[in-house]
């Protein structure tokens, strides 16, 4: 006779240390020592690529910013800032980010927002010399996460 209440509780007990490994990756993400310091993200490739495109962007928002304000056209800096603001989500993104740290997670939404809210600024009154601030305060994140990591990938 099966004794349903054992199974019951090999069931919840495979369930609770599903939850608790989908945590962990969740909230440490896939990592080992980097080559020069810094902790390595291993990835796989295509994901690799995926991390670095934005960071292109990144950095083509960082230049459109400077650009704009420097010639005083707003709107320039509302289509920079605004082209880093918001991450397209699909599946694999969603697979990526559990391989990411909750660190990293973090500083990458922070930028994003930063951005998003450089636009709003660009869009508002605030003073340019304000956004110019923002926009150096945001650089400051790009540096801190520089620092402390690196992408690797598995083929
Ligand atoms: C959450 C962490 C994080 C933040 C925030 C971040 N980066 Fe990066 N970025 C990385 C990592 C990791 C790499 C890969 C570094 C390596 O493997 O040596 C990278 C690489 C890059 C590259 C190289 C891209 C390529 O094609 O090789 C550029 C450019 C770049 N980042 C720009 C920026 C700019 C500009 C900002 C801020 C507006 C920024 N990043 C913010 C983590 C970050």
Known sequence: MINTHKLTLLALALWL????????FFVYGKTRAGTDGRTAIVLKSTERNLILAEMRTFLSSTQGILDGANQG??????QAASASAMPETDDEKLVLMAKLPMDFKMLGMS???DMAAIAAAAKSTTPTPEIL????NTLTKCVACHATWQLQSNP
């Open 133 to 136: 601030q923002m926009t150096a």
């Open 111 to 113: 930028v994003r927002s």
């Open 73 to 78: 056209n707003r709107d320039l800096v509302f």
């Open 17 to 24: 240390i599903t939850i608790a490994v989908l945590t962990w």
